[in-house]
């Protein structure tokens, strides 16, 4: 018989529960990762206990979602979900169920569940509940929506996202039904809200396997919810520099970077602004100049479609506009792209850097490699000398250059960006004296007193 470790106090809830003659189950997402040996994330329990029942048998409980029958149970400092059996009443426009109505029967509550390898329900004494051989569809690797694949996805078009996210995660691949399905009701995510698109697909695209962006993209699902990849795909790159087209070029990118949200979301747009400016000179190789900025572009442009955080939005947008940038291999050229990118983001900018040229052609990359990593040894240095970037580094400020007799008003930030300049170019000169008489030189006499 399969057996799961069930952590002590998910045990203590489902025991309580089966003590007051209620069935309780881990089920879902935890019991799929138990079984394949990953420590789930959560652990979610299902019941037949009604919510008001729940709610008597534990001292500390809130009301987390208790419209849809989720109620959570405190013990110590951890909450757990614990939601009634349920069948989902009919879906408007593929979105939310109209209604959820609760039930006694643990199946009718599998049934509504997305995919096989998601619902299946656990408890010690009564083993693993399978209905739909989810068991053996994560033995296969294989995606497979529990029931009629067109019909769930009917229920709610969000699943075919889920389909994909759940293949990018756990490196399955998708069913033929149920990926038949997901390419002909793709159309009904118009109607899924940006936020919940936008979840799935940092999930997918922040996963092991975001490469599988392709099979979403030969599904049609990239049509649906990112047009300007598609666009991508079918823009070649005669370039001695690649041996991909676009689209495959973000794709390789993206298996080249870490998995961290921005460094993902940064490479998926890095090149996006490339088809808009292709040109072809006369010997056939393709051009793509100031790409960049048209990709910045469109990246803040789609980022606000799926309604990113503004922190997400500057970040993203900003490597995607540096993520070309070849500093001047000198300290001084180093220091200056640190204060053009930015402290913060720069780190990541010789990453976003690094996994480009991964996806160029190889046997173009052993001088960028040698350029990269004088790069990143010239920033390791600046680091390690704490030399001066930004202005908040400078030896002198507005207030100083007041009382040298400068004029409080705009000509202020142009000197101090001139003293910046200099000091990058020359870290040795960040001293007051120094800057306040290259001030006085270069923006005129100082009328200070003395
Ligand atoms: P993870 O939390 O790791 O992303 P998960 O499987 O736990 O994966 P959740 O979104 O937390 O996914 O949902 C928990 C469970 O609820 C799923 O395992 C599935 O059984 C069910 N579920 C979630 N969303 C849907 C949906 N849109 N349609 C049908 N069932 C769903
Ligand atoms: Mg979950």
Redesign the pocket.
């Known amino acids: 018989m399969i057996q799961i470790r069930i952590p002590e106090k998910v045990n203590t809830i489902i025991r309580t529960l089966a003590a007051a003659g209620q069935e309780a189950y881990a ?4 019991v ?2 138990a079984l394949l040996g990953r420590e ?3 652990w ?1 329990i299902t019941t037949s206990a009604s919510p008001a029942e729940v709610k008597a048998l534990f001292p500390r409980t809130i009301d987390t979602g208790i419209q849809h029958g989720t109620v959570t149970v405190m013990l110590g400092h951890e909450g757990f979900e614990v939601t009634t059996y349920r069948v ?1 009443g009919a879906y408007e426009d593929g979105r939310h169920p109209k209604e959820v109505q609760f039930t006694r029967s643990l199946l009718e509550d599998l049934k ?4 096989t390898i ?2 299946m329900a656990y408890n010690e004494e009564a083993g693993l509940v399978d209905e739909f051989d989810g068991a053996g569809d994560l033995e296969r690797g294989i995606i497979r929506c529990a029931g009629r694949a067109e019909e ?1 996805f009917m ?2 078009a ?2 075919i996202m ?1 389909a994909f ?2 293949s990018a ?1 756990l490196g399955f691949t998708l069913e033929e039904q149920t990926r038949e399905a997901a390419g002909k009701l793709c159309g009904n995510l118009r109607k899924v809200s940006a936020e919940r698109i936008q979840a799935e697909l940092v ?1 997918l695209l922040t996963s092991p396997h975001p490469e599988k962006l392709r099979d979403a993209w030969e599904a049609g699902i990239t049509r649906v919810v990112l047009p300007e990849f598609d666009v991508c795909m079918a823009c070649g790159q005669n370039n001695p520099h690649h041996i991909y087209s676009v689209g495959e070029h973000i794709l390789h990118s993206l298996q080249e970077v870490e998995a961290e949200k921005n460094l993902r979301l940064t490479m998926l747009f890095h090149d996006f602004g490339k088809p808009a400016v292709k040109t072809t000179d006369e010997k056939g190789i393709d051009h793509f100049k100031r790409h960049q900025e048209v990709s910045e572009e469109l990246a803040r442009t789609i980022l606000r479609r799926l309604k990113f955080d503004n922190e997400t939005v500057r970040q993203v947008t900003k490597l995607v506009w540096c993520h070309d940038y070849h500093p001047a291999l000198t300290p001084a050229g180093v220091r200056r792209a640190v204060n053009r990118i930015g402290e913060d983001l720069f780190p990541l900018y010789l990453k976003v850097q690094r996994a480009d040229i991964l996806a160029q052609n190889p046997s173009m990359q052993g001088p960028k490699f040698q350029a990269l990593g004088e790069v990143e040894r010239l920033y390791e240095e600046i680091v390690r000398e704490k030399d001066c970037i930004t202005l908040k580094d400078l030896a002198v400020d507005g207030r100083d250059l007041i009382k040298a007799g400068f004029p409080a008003g705009p000509l202020l930030g142009e000197i101090l960006k001139h003293l910046l300049e200099q000091v990058l170019e020359e870290p040795g000169k960040n001293r007051k004296e120094e800057l306040l008489l290259e001030a006085v030189r270069k923006y005129g006499k100082s009328n200070s007193a003395d």
Not at 112 to 115: A, C, E, I, L, P
């Open positions: 089920v879902g997402g935890c799929r990762d789930p994330a959560d979610d989902d509504r569940r997305d995919f998601n619902a769930r229920e709610d969000l699943r889920r996210r759940f995660q999930k």
